[in-house]
């Protein structure tokens, strides 16, 4: 049972323009949510985060915005560059429990 | 600035032998947790560990043990290894609600 979903295993973005990524989660005691950039045979590399107390959050090129109504949070990288591509997980915790669940992944090529 | 330090970054084993990882948490954080990955797969969580205590399981086999120390390190042993096991091991730690995970460690079971 997935419960944190990132239904576009792919995304491919002209360079300049802006990615969306999205991210659905099915269990609403979910209340913080964070955003990885992945390369192959590297760590995850932390990008972004939001509580649940937010709605969006934002840092230089990266904003994650959060419709709790929904279950759904989507992370949009504004401009795209061709570094970031990569695989993109999202990652959702709960109060109290000392893990996260990591969404499957989204690619993301950015075309020069 | 100091990352999480993982040890070995490489390590090949044959079946039925027995492995240790190692992960050096980023300074004065007090929580690690691992986390595996195979092939095409997302991260999935094994254990985590909050001031050398176990905080929480997800889906470690009983093959897998791992600890804190008392200087916030933290060894995964995994026995009895099946070619199954071959993945990407992650350490990752925190202070707060952020994780920040290491470069990993690739096991390959022959």
């Known amino acids: 049972d997935q419960q944190v979903k990132q239904n576009s295993p792919s995304l491919s973005v002209q360079e300049g323009r802006i990615s969306i990524l999205n991210c659905d989660y099915t269990?609403?005691?979910?209340?913080?949510f964070l955003w990885y950039k992945k390369y192959p045979a590297e760590g995850p590399t932390f990008l972004i985060s939001?509580?649940?107390?937010?709605d969006k959050n934002e840092d230089g090129r990266f904003t994650v915005f959060l419709n709790k109504s929904a279950k759904h949070l989507s992370l949009h990288i504004v401009p795209s560059q061709p570094g970031d591509s990569a695989v993109y997980f999202c990652?959702?915790?709960?109060?109290?429990?000392?893990?996260?669940?990591f969404g499957t992944g989204t690619r993301l090529k950015v075309l020069a | 600035a100091a990352g999480v330090i993982q040890s070995p970054r490489h390590l090949i084993k044959e079946k039925r032998e027995t492995a240790t990882l190692k992960c050096y948490p980023i300074p004065r954080h007090d929580t690690v947790y691992w986390y595996q990955q195979g092939p095409g797969q997302d991260p999935q969580f094994l254990i985590s560990f909050y001031e050398k205590m176990q905080s929480d399981k997800g889906s470690i086999p009983d093959r897998f043990s791992a600890q804190q120390f008392s200087d916030y390190h933290s060894e995964l042993n995994m026995s009895s290894l099946e070619l199954g096991d071959s993945a990407l091991y992650f350490c990752?730690?925190?202070?707060?609600?952020?994780?920040?995970f290491g470069p990993g460690t690739r096991l390959t079971v022959t």
């Open positions: 269990n609403s005691m979910f209340d913080y």
């Open positions: 990752a730690s925190s202070s707060s609600y952020e994780q920040y």
């Open positions: 939001i509580s649940s107390i937010k």
């Open positions: 990652a959702a915790g709960k109060p109290g429990a000392y893990k996260y669940i």
